[in-house]
């Protein structure tokens, strides 16, 4: 299970942004991710224990539904 505070941080790095910056009411793509920033941050979680894969998170590229996902994780 990942914390959100963790999710925030990863994403906020991997975008090169301050985590204040993300806003989850706009899609991650917009934010910037594209598929190798989202592919690093699979490889990323899945380190840390998530089972998670690239099509869940590529296919509802959004901040929360990603915090659920993983939080179920």
Known sequence: ???RET???DIARILEV???ELDPTV???DQ???SLRLMALVELWRD???DVD???LA???DLEQWCTLLARQ
């Open 54 to 56: 690239f099509v869940s």
């Open 27 to 29: 899609s991650l793509v």
């Open 7 to 9: 999710i925030l941080s």
């Open 18 to 20: 301050d985590r204040d």
């Open 59 to 61: 296919s509802e590229p």
């Open 1 to 3: 299970m990942l914390e």
């Open 48 to 50: 840390s224990g998530a």
């Open 32 to 34: 910037g991710l594209d």
